[in-house]
């Protein structure tokens, strides 16, 4: 079986940051896609539809590759945060000589005289069989809407190494109560461990001892009681709550706030 192994764009590859890194130079694909730049919003859907069919994340699979592209094309001013940009991506998981073969790809070409939309395999490859509940495979085309918990994981990734203050333990406050519908924060969960890392790190001097958002919203998904897809209603709410609590007025670049509404919006041009 041919098996591809996506390359993440790091710091000890000579990339030309006057251009921005494209699907051509991380995947092996071809035609049109292969020019496009990788944006933000592309990572997220890829990160959407692998939480969605495998249940996480997966750690240097092609959703990381694509979300430290971004990063790099967004930090070098090549590309926008609000960039439309989701090329349509699949990731199918079907069970196979008891293992799980995971087949994940991105396409979406046009063509001469109409719009085709194909399927390039940008990941092909075998995990262990940890629940042989089914032989059908399970798949996700446009990936379903973005719930809060898949919002605040994104979060996680963008804005890994930003040490948690009181903006960001605010938003994923306002982030919980949303995706509980409570107006009480949950004991134990996600938006009491941000309060208590923020007040930690503002203790803290030493920069690398302090808390990250990955340090606190890598399970964000598992620790939400209940979750939601976010709305228009939960992004502005989010935004409001990180803007209020952060001196400067502004939000993280690649924070909750920002992650909310690249999420809404999304949600809301898909049932467009």
């Known amino acids: 079986m041919n098996q591809q192994q996506p390359q993440r764009p790091g710091a000890d590859e000579s990339h030309d940051q006057t251009q921005p890194i494209k699907f051509g130079d991380v995947f092996n694909v071809t035609g049109e896609l292969a020019s496009k730049p990788i944006g933000p919003q592309d990572a997220a859907a890829m990160q959407s539809a692998e939480n ?13 590759v694509m979300q430290s592209a971004a990063n790099a094309n967004e930090r070098a001013g090549l ?3 609000n960039q439309a940009g989701d090329q349509g991506v699949s990731v199918i998981k079907s069970h196979i000589d008891g293992g799980v073969l995971v087949t994940e790809s991105v396409g979406g070409q046009m063509f001469k005289h109409r719009i085709q939309h194909t399927t390039q395999v940008i990941a092909e ?7 042989a509940a089914t032989t059908t495979p399970a798949t996700l085309i446009d990936p379903a809407p ?3 918990g898949g919002a605040l994981g994104v979060a996680a990734l963008s804005a890994s190494d930003k040490p948690i203050d009181q903006s960001d333990a605010a938003a994923i406050q306002a982030a919980e109560m949303r995706a509980t519908g409570s107006s009480e924060i949950s004991p134990g969960g996600i938006a009491s461990e ?5 007040v930690r790190n503002s203790q803290t001097n030493r920069f690398e001892d302090r ?3 990955l340090n606190v919203l890598a399970d964000a998904r ?3 009681a209940k979750d939601k897809a976010v709305t228009r209603e939960d992004a502005d709410r989010v935004v409001a709550a990180e803007l209020r609590n952060n001196p400067d007025m502004k939000i993280t670049p690649g924070g909750v706030g920002e992650a909310m509404a690249i999420a809404a919006r999304r949600n809301q041009n898909s049932t467009i």
Do not use: F, N
């Open 52 to 64: 969605m069919v495998l249940g996480q994340t997966t750690k240097k699979g092609p959703a990381a």
């Open 79 to 81: 590309v926008s945060r």
């Open 125 to 131: 490859y075998r995990k262990p069989d940890v629940s």
């Open 146 to 148: 973005i719930t809060i």
């Open 194 to 198: 941000a309060q208590s890392a923020a």
């Open 211 to 213: 808390a990250t958002l």
């Open 222 to 224: 598992a620790m939400l």
